[in-house]
């Protein structure tokens, strides 16, 4: 990739820190803050791309939160995502759903509300997902899961289901009504959803621009959200999303997919 890479982060001590390590191994990313949980963060780096670039060729939504259970060791055969605390926090389980949400679904949504309008043509949209939200889909209820995968569903009946999950969850209600009991998998599964929805709106209004979106697991990686404790490396995690932000201008597919390990995968 020949242009700047913008990196961003919410802290703006640890995102010098990173730019400065990607440095010392001959990179050169620039550096912006972006907290996306504050809308007009997220509109001050918009204005910042704008006015430095006209636009932007490529977005990873890379942003996230979550943990494992509490005193439960991480595994990749089963839902080891749960809450946003730390590992020890008791939180009750809606305040968790609340918080994991509002991050992971609500304010990524709210960052490709307000950067896709200025995706140049040809621009790649790479969202950070997780096999943990096809997790999630099988363990909702089969009306649930209906509603998840039909074509029609719209960005709003999605943000509604959403508000439901976390509406459910405060009047103790989720597993009754059909929801499965992770608020990690429930907000991937939101974002993967969301992908497919984004990319049939760009087909429609921008398909000229040949702009691809695509959700994405990058397995189980070696960082600070997974406490060092995955089975890949950062590098390994990078490839299929690198591989989705670069893909070629003429590229067609794949589009409104989750991808993993570069193969798209049915869901």
Known sequence: ????VVLTARNQA?????????QAEGLSPR???LDIDDLQSIRALRDFLLKEYGGLDVLINNAGIGTWPKNK???????????????DDPTPFDIQAEMTLKTNFFATRNVCNELLPIMKPHGRVVNVSSL???????????????????????????????????EDTKNEVHEREGWPDSAYGVSKLGVTVLSRILAQ??????????????????????????????????????ETPVYLALLPPDATEPQGQLVCDKVVQTW
């Open 73 to 87: 060791p991480p595994s990749r055969k089963r839902d080891f995502f749960k809450s946003a605390q730390p590992v």
């Open 201 to 238: 709106q760009l087909g429609e209004k921008r398909k000229a621009d040949r702009i691809l979106l695509n959700a994405c697991c990058p397995g189980w990686v070696k960082t600070d959200m997974a406490r060092d404790q995955g089975s890949r490396t950062v590098e390994e995690g990078a």
């Open 1 to 4: 990739f020949s242009g700047d």
């Open 14 to 22: 640890r995102g010098r820190a990173a730019v400065q390590q990607l």
């Open 132 to 166: 943990q939200g096809s997790k999630a889909l099988e363990n909702c209820s089969e009306d649930l899961q209906e509603r998840f995968r039909c074509n029609t569903l719209t960005e709003g009946d999605l943000v509604d289901l959403m508000k439901k999950f976390v």
């Open 31 to 33: 550096f912006h803050q």
